[in-house]
Structures are given as C-alpha cells and as structure tokens.
C-alpha cells in the first residue's frame, strides 16, 4: 500500500471532490483504493509507504493522443543538403529519409528515448504511430518490449504509405494485421493496437482496400489527414473526392477511428466525421513549425466532436503543447477570450475519453478503482490556488520538466526525479550510440 502525500490534490473527478487543499491518494496495485483529506487517509492507513509531495501538486497523469516514436532520435539532427520549403519536402527530406534508416535496433532506441522522456514529463499513456521502413517486420513488438520495460500504457501501429513500394506497404499491412493478434490474444491492459495509414496523398483505394481486409473490423484507424493541401488536391485530383469522403467511402471512419490533425477539412467533412463519431487529434506545435495551419478546434468542438491533444512528437510535454493550442486558436481567430475550455478539455478530459476505447482502465482522474496513474509536479503558488483556477496555474505556472514522480497502473517510475528500476546512465548510452550511427547513415560521416 503507498500513500502520495503532503501535497495540493486535483482528482479532475466532475463525480466528486474535485480539489482537496490538503490531499492523499492511497493505492495498492493498478488501482486507486481511496482519495481524500491527508489527515484521514493517513489514520486509516498507518502501515503505508509514504510518497512525499513535499508540498507539490498531486494530479493525475497527462495522456498523449498522438505522437512519434521513430522522430525521438532527430533531436539536434540536420541532414545536409535538406532545406525543405514545404510541407513535402519536410516529409521527404527529413522523417522519410530518417525512418528508411531506422532498423529494429533504431526502433527500440527512439521507443526507451521517448518513453523515458515520457516518464520524466508525466505522461504515462501514449497513442504512437509509428513508421520505420528499413526494417519493419516485427518494429511494433520491438516497441511493445520497451513500453513494458519503462511500464508505460501504449497503443500503437504502424504508418501505412505507398511511399517506399508495394512490398514495403504490404509488410507494413501486416505489421498492423501481427500486432493486433497479438493484442487480442495477451489482453495486456497496458497495450493496444490501432491500424495505421500515413497521409492520404500517399495511399491508394487499393492500400485502403488492403488495410480494410486486414484489419477486418477488430479495431480503429489512427491516420494522418488533412495535414496538409497535399491531400485535399490528390483526393480530388485522383478521386475526385475530399479526404475525409474517400475515408468513408472505404469505411474507416468510425467511432474506435483517430484521425490526426484535420487542419483543411470543409464543412461537409466535419459533418462526416461528426455523424461517424470518428474521433480528431490536435497538434499545434507541429502545425506551426511544418506550416501547415491550424486545426479548427474551434468549429469541430461546436460540433461535439470528440477531439484530443497530441504532440506529433515536436515535445513530450503535454503542458506544452497545451499552452501552444491555446495561444494559436486565439492568434487564428484573432480573438484573446476564446478557446480556453476547449484547449483544457482537450488534454484533461477529452483524451481520457480517447483512452477509454481503447484500455481498461478508467484514466485521466483520481478516485476510488481509476488507476493509479499519479504525478506530482514540484509547484508551489505564490498567487491563490484552488479549485476555481487550476488550469490558469497549470497553464500560466507549469511545464512538464516540473515533474518529480510518475507512477503508472500503480508502479513507480520516477520518485523524486529518480527513475526506479532504471540505469538511465546505460539507457542513455546505447541511446546515444544507436543515434550516432543512424546520423552518419544520414550524412555519410562519423559522430
């Protein structure tokens, strides 16, 4: 039994007690067993592990909706001769470049990279898609070793293109069709599998028609669309339809269906996607820095669509990309008082209904049988904290590197800024190592 204590306690519970000024959590295994005044827990559980706030802020763990695994080892990288002036040209010469260079071993580097920046970040879920097509037979189990390894919660699948060739894209069909089998039959509640497809520009209705028969109803789509004008000129070019119709056309919209970024998609497609309960995932930071637009948070939440927070893998740090989706939407609608419960419900609340398709366990909130999915942020406020403006403190007064300890399905990762059961000195190195050597595959030198 471990008790977080001595700490500002924000349980997001709209059920219950939303703020305890003097709270605790007390958990025994994946589940939370009861929140409330330190003061009483602390009596009805004496024999507890104490987990010191040390005056912190107790809240539950961040999710994040859409990310990168294969990008972790870009960090500082630049390959010479890339220059891109488009939003293809950063596809081409920067991540396609680097995932056809990505092997087995490349995948578990960048999966212990992200994951251990995750931990240290507060983010203890992930919804990865991820794309490396110089080895990609076995990519995804590669990745679901590490996610037990680090114990965080993932649901993963890998990035269909036509890009690279029929055969690539067939393998990458299989890896999705692998990985789901082997979800379904582990029930490790811990992973899950989605069917995976790049952006549209880059499949055809015989990919699409492929990736229907594999998938065969078992689970949902996360697919890139709209990010770009690259897809609303090929579809209707090629197709002679919107990306969000050709979707449809093929059935893969749907309630279980992640759909990530929508930046051009017109008022028949948010229809489309409204009337599917197909869910949407918002980017802001990679939007920004691949100039591609804005996502219409605005007009899809009027809608009631079901829309998240991801990062694209530009950060890990779910404040920050919080903080960015609320100045853009403001900067896009050039308006300074819109937005703000949109964005916070967002990360808060949205993507732990995301999760609930797809894990067990009731995520994003503390309370009696959620999981014990804890963070304490090392905060203390010098203006009034309470229940009325905690996400003005979390907005205006928190990043992610803010973090001291994380546990997940009630196993602690980090406790006071340590990683637990972790060598992160070692990590660190075959990291390291594995980087060094994709980057001179990239720039034909050593490092």
């Not at 007690?17 to 003061?39: M, S, W």
């Not at 965080?152 to 069909?173: F, H, M, N, T």
């Not at 069709?177 to 811990?190: F, V």
């Not at 209904?353 to 905060?379: H, N, Q």
Request: aromatic share 8%; glycine share 8%; net charge negative.
């Amino acid at each position: 039994m471990y008790l977080v204590t001595n700490g500002r306690l924000i349980t997001r519970d709209d059920t219950g007690k939303g703020y305890y000024e003097h709270g605790a959590v007390a958990f025994d295994g994946p589940a939370i067993t009861e929140v409330g005044e330190e003061a009483a827990l602390r009596a009805r559980y004496p024999d507890a592990e104490i987990i010191d706030a040390r005056g912190g802020v107790i809240m539950p763990a961040f999710i994040n909706a859409h990310t990168h695994i294969y990008s972790a080892l870009a960090r500082g990288l630049s390959i010479v001769g890339n220059n891109p002036t488009n939003f293809y040209e950063v596809l081409d010469g920067t991540w396609w470049a680097m995932d056809r260079k990505l092997t087995l071993e490349g995948s578990r580097a960048s999966a212990d990279a992200l994951y251990i920046d995750c931990i240290k970040q507060g983010v203890t879920t992930i919804f990865d898609h991820h794309a490396a097509y110089a080895e990609i037979p076995g990519s995804l189990f590669q990745i679901g070793e590490s996610a037990k390894k680090f114990g965080i919660r993932s649901c993963l699948c890998y990035e269909v293109s036509d890009r690279d060739g029929e055969e690539k894209c067939c393998q990458a069909i299989q890896e999705n069709a692998d990985w789901i089998s082997y979800c379904e039959k582990e029930k490790d509640p811990m992973l899950a599998a989605m069917f995976g497809g790049h952006a549209l520009f880059t499949l055809s209705d015989k990919t699409f028609d492929r990736m229907v028969a594999a998938n065969n109803g078992r689970t949902g789509y996360h697919i890139h669309v709209s990010e770009g004008m690259n897809d609303v000129y090929d579809s209707l070019q090629n197709y002679g339809r919107r990306p969000v119709q050709r979707l449809h056309d093929h059935g893969i919209l749907g309630d279980k269906t992640l759909l990530g970024h929508c930046i051009h998609v017109n008022p028949a497609e948010i229809e489309l996607i409204k009337n599917t309960h197909t869910m949407v995932v918002n980017n802001p930071e990679s939007n920004m820095s691949n100039a591609v637009g804005v996502c219409p948070v605005l007009p899809l939440s009027r809608e009631g669509i079901l829309l998240g927070l991801g990062t694209d893998a530009w950060t890990n740090d779910m404040i920050e990309s919080l903080k960015a989706a609320l100045c853009v939407q403001r900067l896009n609608a050039c308006l300074p008082n819109v937005a703000w419960g949109e964005v916070t419900n967002m990360l808060f609340r949205n993507n732990a209904k995301i999760a609930a398709k797809y894990f067990p366990a009731e995520l994003g909130v503390l309370k009696s049988g959620a999981a014990a999915d804890i963070i304490v942020m090392d905060y203390k406020p010098y203006t009034p904290f309470s229940d009325e403006n905690i996400d003005g403190h979390i907005l205006f007064g928190m990043t992610g590197k803010l973090c001291r300890t994380t546990i997940a399905n009630g196993k602690v990762l980090m406790r006071d800024r340590e990683l637990i059961g972790i060598d992160e000195e070692a990590e660190n190195a075959h990291i390291l190592e594995t980087a060094k050597k994709l980057w001179g595959e990239l720039n034909h030198r050593q490092y």
